[in-house]
């Protein structure tokens, strides 16, 4: 897994890439943990993302949770059909933020 | 050569016997195995990634030691009180009542603190042990743990393992001070030999090495006891009938070993 | 033809032969289960479809043969393979098999304690993700004995399917259950696959169940293999066996008079 990250809109955008499994989904989990404690908002670019697995599905929740908490924005984008065939077992599509990319979500917010 | 006559009764004597034995020494060589395999994770489960983990060796322990500590003392606080009572009867006849105190702390240190302490743990956590694992084994929990990749023997055995080798000398020891308590009081109340001094008395006739003896043996009933409880549950089949065979199996052969072992260690310590 | 037929093997067992004590069970069984794929093992009682099941998972040693899961023979692998290859594979026991002195959410989430050293939080999260998958959510804190039969089967495949492990493996997955219950786990068995691109074998005997979830069916009896086909095949077999058992009517077996009655007297 690589990872990078960037600010737009007012929103840092954390860009996966790759496969997230087990061996690297503690280190997504830093990354998202970090962007927030910092106290930006934060959108999480999955479309570089062939694989997620539940350990790295588990990391966006505990995201997701901590951003509402502190107060802060959080959003996914760019989500391919395996990602999201994986949220969608255990309804998580329903709950997140889902976007298609920063601009459309950049709209929504108006 | 002729086929042996299958009829004769001596050709099943010895047909029989010899089932037995070899079933036996199977039964010996599984424990042995058993018993390595619960030292190697022990020792090595941390180098494959597959420690022991201690919160399940405190749980044992607990349940091992800790809930057993009351009847233990009530045994052996009764205990130390017969065996005061026996032991100034007999002195009576040679006008000797005071030299109770080294016969109570011998006795109880070398011989009846270990014994006591490991039948009744025998009784209560080597039926327990059996249970929980014969049960676990008739309901697929045993398979489970192997599907899962968890090594039955790492996850079940050594814990209790474990914490029966830390509990029962503790136990022992324990028993011990209950077991000299009780002919303290007797012989205060039948002699009016003081506590103070009673126990002053104790400390000066009690070596290291009758403490030592008691301890060793307390190990090895240790071992006997979680090695026979966890085999038989391992071994059960067929549903709850079977648990219920293992169990009662497990507390009759773990207390006949011990006292076997008993007998066999008391002949080689005191040579 | 199956659109599976052109994917890789996830399972190939070949010329599978197991004895209990002295007596041989399976008598060189070949199967072969592609990935992506649904196999039900159907076959009566004493056909040794649970024996199979054994084997697959790992719990035997066989006589003679070869199975390999995920390209591994593991009939021959080391015990460090045989332990990571576990990680990918999950299996729903027929009466759930969770270790009673755990809660539900520990039991899920036991997997997880002994092959990974993630965050204890997230442990927490992927199990209680689980448990919602199986619509279990919110009970991670009671213990197994206050379940329900049908929970309990629930609560173990959420523990089975923890480790999003590659094989899944279910014994009877609908044994003892009520039809609405029963269907549920068909359900969710079909969205493993589908969600998660699982290798799934299913071992059972109830007919209703595994013609709506199989991809393709292996019928065992007697330790044979009568055949392995898709549900129409089965369905529209022309061996008697087959439709004796697919009707529930008691086979006509042939019946050989000297050793029947061999068996009989025991002379």
Redesign the interface.
Known sequence: MNYATREEGGYVVLELEGEIDLSCSPEARKQILHVLGAGNDLLVDLSGVSYIDSSGVASLVEGYQTAKKAGRRFGLIGVSDAAMSVLQLARLDKVFPIHANIEERLEEDG | MAEPDSRNSVYLFVEHTGRVFIRAVEEAGYLCALLIESFFWLICGPF?K?PVRSPAIFSQMMAIGIAAAPIVFILSFAVGIMLAIQIIYNLRIFGAESQVVGGVALSVTREFGPLITSILVAGRSGSALAA?IG??QV???V????????NPVRYLVSPSLMAMLIMLPTLTFFSDIAGILGGALYASVEIGLGLEAYAFQTLEILKMDDIYQGLIKSVVFAVIISLIGVSNGFMVSGGAEGVGKATTRSVVLSISYIVVADMIFTYFLNR | MSATENRNPAIEVEDLVTHYGKVEILHGVNMTVHEGEIMIIMGGSGSGKSTLLRYLLGLGVPTRGSIRLLGKDITRITSTEMHELRQNMGVAFQGGALLSSLTVGENVQLPLNEHTRLDRKTKEIMARMKLEVVNLGGFENLMPAQLSGGMIKRAAVARAIVMDPKLMFFDEPSAGLDPVVSAELDELILRLRDALQMTIVVVTHELDSAFKIADRITVLDKGHILMTGSVDEVRSSDSERIQSLLNRRPGNDEIHADEYLARLTGM
Do not use: H, P, Y
């Open positions: 494959f597959q929980r049960t676990m309901n697929q929990e398979d489970a743990l192997r599907v899962m990749g968890i």
